[in-house]
């Protein structure tokens, strides 16, 4: 056997191979300048998702202003805030083109060119959006850690948050359900962190499922730079959760694009 067709077969066997195929390549630049043409054309929808970031931005500033100096909780929020972001901004994108995206399966449409088109996408609006977070805080509250480790952090929540809100949108039926859905990701974040109970209390299935949470690893990376403690250990181990999330995400939304067909 030749060593391009053992290739070829390897890529059959795994079809999510880091190399995609030329015609992948191919479907995937045109549906993302298409994706980016229908987005910037609604012009009310894209203010809308542009001005959440500087409007959050403010209230939190509004509220530490109140005390000279920054606190954990702020942190917390920060990464809350941006992972809330990333689901918002993907919730929707695949179910409200369900009808369309099923027409056009017909004619040989790649799932991945199809998924990687929302991803580039809504990443360059997440980064816009983490890029307003982080500057307006910033410029107006005190804080410890530098501000490129805050964009860094928050960016990283915000892919994890469009990630998993892609799979809810390729799961759910309807936009409804797809919104109604973003609060059951949102929560966990919030419920399973050092704010609630004390990392060390959560000795069950909770403290396992506290090390899956993406907010849970961008704060301990914000959090452990404050006092200087961040090992390497932990820099890895977070960030190889957080490519693990976003991974396992986005495979999960293939495959469940893969086995989408009309639904009555």
């Known amino acids: 056997m030749s060593a391009s067709r053992a290739r070829s077969t390897l890529r059959s066997r ?5 190399r995609l195929p030329a015609h992948v390549v191919r479907q995937r630049a045109v549906l993302t300048a298409r994706y980016l043409d229908v987005l910037l054309g609604d012009v009310r929808a894209v203010s809308l998702l542009l001005v959440q970031a500087p409007l959050i931005a403010g209230l939190i500033v509004g509220v530490w202003s109140n005390i000279d100096s920054d606190s ?3 942190y917390f929020v920060m990464c809350l805030s941006a992972f809330f972001l990333g689901a918002v901004n993907s919730a929707r994108e695949i179910v409200k083109e369900r009808e369309i995206f099923l027409r ?3 004619f040989d449409l ?3 060119a199809y998924a990687s088109s929302k991803m580039r996408v809504l990443f360059g609006l997440g980064l816009i959006q983490c890029t307003a977070l982080t500057g307006i805080i910033v410029a107006f509250l005190p804080v410890k850690v530098g501000v490129f480790a ?3 952090c928050l960016l990283a929540a915000s892919v994890a948050g469009t990630a998993i809100g892609l799979f809810i949108s390729a799961t759910a039926t309807t936009d409804d359900r797809a919104v109604m859905m973003v609060p ?3 929560i966990p974040q919030i419920l399973f962190s050092d704010f609630v109970l004390p990392g060390s209390e959560l000795k069950n299935w909770t403290g396992a499922l506290q090390r899956v949470m993406p907010v849970h690893w961008t704060y301990t990376l ?3 730079q404050i006092d200087r403690s961040l090992t390497w250990n932990v820099a890895v181990a977070a960030l190889l959760t957080l490519g ?4 396992t995400a986005y495979f999960l939304t293939i495959i469940r694009l893969e086995h989408t067909t009309y639904s009555k």
């Open 184 to 186: 059951l990701i949102v």
């Open 104 to 106: 056009e399966r017909m």
């Open 72 to 74: 954990r909780s702020l």
């Open 244 to 247: 693990l999330v976003v991974a």
């Open 110 to 112: 790649s799932c991945r």
């Open 14 to 18: 795994f079809p999510f191979g880091l």
């Open 150 to 152: 805050i964009a860094g």
């Open 222 to 224: 914000l959090e452990k």
